[in-house]
């Protein structure tokens, strides 16, 4: 296990960490820009992370937003918590809208199947999430909402089941 991964999850629960969220997109994305993605926050922190792109429901352009995940077998949990914010991410209702997405993955890009995970499942996989990030627990009292969850499944895999 990476050994900022630790010092990582136990920041993600301390309430101060929302006041300086919003420059940590900002930085994922100056990051991204400048190593060509090979280099993320996550990843320095030795935490998992996709990169999906998706066309946008509305425009049809091509939007790419970098993901805290949970590595689930052949498939990837993301969690749309929005950092505790009342309202849903946009990039849920640009999944919501798609069957399918390209997933970046630890130097591989693949096309993932999209499903949102509602009820029994949401909650089978509620305690796989807060492993991966506890903070989740934080993010959601904050929010009042309950975040949207999918699983992300690549194509080939999908088949094959």
């Not at 998706?54 to 937003?65: A, L, N």
Request: aromatic share 8%; hydrophobic share 45%.
């Amino acid at each position: 296990m990476h050994p900022l991964a630790a010092i990582a999850r136990a920041i993600g629960t301390k309430p101060w960490l929302m006041k300086i969220e919003p420059a940590i997109p900002r930085v994922e994305r100056w990051l991204a820009r400048l190593t060509h993605g090979r280099i993320t926050l996550l990843r320095l922190a030795g935490l998992p992370g996709v990169r999906i792109t998706v066309p946008g429901r509305t425009s049809g352009k091509p939007r790419t937003t970098n993901l805290l995940c949970v590595p689930h077998g052949d498939s990837f949990i993301v969690n749309g918590s929005n950092w505790g914010r009342p309202q849903h991410p946009a990039w849920t209702a640009n999944l919501m809208a798609a069957d399918t997405a390209e997933v970046f993955f630890e130097g591989d890009t693949f096309t993932c199947q999209v499903r949102q995970v509602t009820g029994e499942e949401r909650a089978r996989l509620w305690p796989l999430m807060l492993q991966v990030w506890p903070g989740y627990r934080m993010e959601h009292e904050m929010s009042g909402r309950e975040s949207r969850v999918f699983v992300l499944t690549p194509v080939a895999a999908s088949a094959a089941a």
